[in-house]
């Protein structure tokens, strides 16, 4: 009777140890998932299951001021035309980063200084990024690239800050010169030059 008690004993105590290390296996699995899940907080968007840097989602990038992502297909032509495809597609979407970019620096200075009403920051704003396009913006280059498993290649275009703020300046200056009636209204006790310095130069 006592060799079968402790036959039993040992059998439960080996179910017990096969449930533990079950709970074990588990737990890690678990754990891994999520640090899997963690590290596909960016992914290719052709490869939705491979994970990618984060600048690929629009994430900043330190020391970029102004950024866009280009994107070009795996192509015959090889990688180096494959990099002028995807950072003339970059170059376009960074004229609209630009545009934005732009707009709340002027929004910025004019509340800061109290310089125009919302109205007329609207229309200042509308005639500055008429000057941005991306055959205008001057400076730009490819700060990152990455390839996907499938073969796409993703480039990080953009201005560092002393780029943007030239620019920045140019569009405002092109845009005084040719709407002049318009940014009188712009209540500033600046000249011209000093004031899409100063504007430019708006720390976000």
């Avoid at 994430?59 to 192509?75: H, L, N, Y």
């Avoid at 700060?143 to 201005?159: A, C, D, I, N």
Wanted: charged content about 20%.
């Amino acid at each position: 009777m006592l060799i079968f008690n402790g036959q039993t004993g040992t059998k439960n105590l080996a179910k017990m140890s096969v449930m533990a290390g079950l709970l074990v296996l588990l737990a890690s699995c678990g754990g891994s998932d999520a640090v899997k899940q963690a590290a596909l907080d960016c992914v290719f968007p052709d490869s939705p299951s491979v994970a990618a840097p984060g600048w690929v989602c629009d994430e900043p990038v330190e020391g970029v001021t102004v950024s866009a992502v280009g994107v070009a297909e795996k192509s015959a032509a090889g990688h180096s035309f494959m990099k002028n495809m995807a950072a003339t597609d970059a170059r376009v979407q960074l004229a609209q980063s630009m545009k934005v970019h732009v707009q709340n620096m002027v929004k910025q200075y004019a509340e800061t200084t109290g310089a125009a009403d919302s109205e007329t920051v609207d229309k200042v704003n509308t005639s500055v990024t008429k000057q941005i396009t991306d055959e205008t913006l001057v400076g730009t280059k490819i700060f990152k690239t990455r390839t996907s498993p499938k073969g796409v290649l993703y480039v990080l275009l953009g201005m560092d800050g002393s780029v943007a703020a030239a620019a920045t300046e140019n569009a405002l200056k092109t845009s005084m010169n040719n709407d002049r009636a318009l940014w009188q209204q712009f209540k500033a006790q600046k000249g011209q030059d000093e004031l899409a310095e100063s504007i430019a130069n708006m720390k976000q």
